[in-house]
T-cell receptor
Framework: SQQGEEDPQALSIQEGENATMNCSYK?????LQWYRQNSGRGLVHLIL?????REKHSGRLRVTLDTSKKSSSLLITASRAADTASYFC????????????FGSGTRLLVRP | SAVISQKPSRDICQRGTSLTIQCQVD?????MFWYRQQPGQSLTLIAT?????????ESGFVIDKFPISRPNLTFSTLTVSNMSPEDSSIYLC????????????FGPGTRLTVL
């Protein structure tokens, strides 16, 4: 079953602007991950934040995690047309099953 | 990171037929995962395929409908049996990355359309 809800469902911005996507989840987690999917193809892992971390950066990506609110956000700064994709959060369980539960996703359109 | 390929990349099938999707990894892995992504939706885990044992299916998915084979540590197949239009989806396989975390590497997906 889907654990995460993401908002917005769709986001359209101008190139150069920042894009923020939010993810909420329901159960205790070991970590939270963000993935990108281009045009219905395979997913690409972007960044992982562990449950004991609050913020993480990777290039133009900034992820925050608030375990008390069971929420996370992904910020893409200085967006580019190539950032156009669907973005999914996924939560890793506390056990060793390696299973991921994916959020509903945000479709990002970056207009040139 | 692992490099994963899937065959076929897409297919159009008739109702009532079956399709077998192949997933090949460039390294040996204990676990492989199969996901379904229905049109415009997120990913749902179908099953975990372990080499040398039966696949473990998630709630709502059964072996008769989605039989899985895992003959060795680099290969797995998922069969979508007795297809109906509701099975039209993208099917993706994935493998775990680092031991400590459960990031996953995904194949490019198989886009299935059932008429």
């Amino acid at each position: 079953s889907q654990q995460g809800e993401e908002d917005p469902q769709a986001l359209s911005i101008q190139e150069g602007e920042n894009a923020t996507m939010n993810c909420s989840y329901k159960t205790s987690i070991n970590n939270l991950q963000w993935y990108r999917q281009n045009s219905g193809r395979g997913l690409v892992h972007l960044i992982l934040i562990r449950s004991n971390e609050r913020e993480k950066h990777s290039g133009r990506l900034r992820v925050t995690l608030d375990t008390s609110k069971k929420s996370s956000s992904l910020l893409i700064t200085a967006s580019r047309a190539a950032d156009t994709a669907s973005y999914f959060c996924a939560t890793g369980r506390m056990d060793s099953s390696y299973k991921l539960i994916f959020g509903s996703g945000t479709r990002l359109l970056v207009r040139p | 990171s692992a490099v994963i390929s899937q065959k076929p990349s897409r297919d159009i099938c008739q109702r009532g037929t079956s399709l077998t999707i192949q997933c090949q990894v460039d390294s040996q892995v204990t676990m492989m995962f199969w996901y379904r992504q229905q049109p415009g939706q997120s990913l749902t885990l179908i099953a975990t395929a372990n080499q040398g044992s039966e696949a473990t299916y998630e709630s709502g998915f059964v072996i008769d409908k989605f039989p899985i084979s895992r003959p060795n540590l680099t290969f797995s197949t998922l069969t979508v049996s007795n297809m109906s239009p509701e099975d039209s989806s993208i099917y993706l396989c994935s493998v775990p990355g680092r031991v400590r975390d459960n990031e996953q590497f995904f194949g490019p997906g198989t886009r299935l359309t059932v008429l």
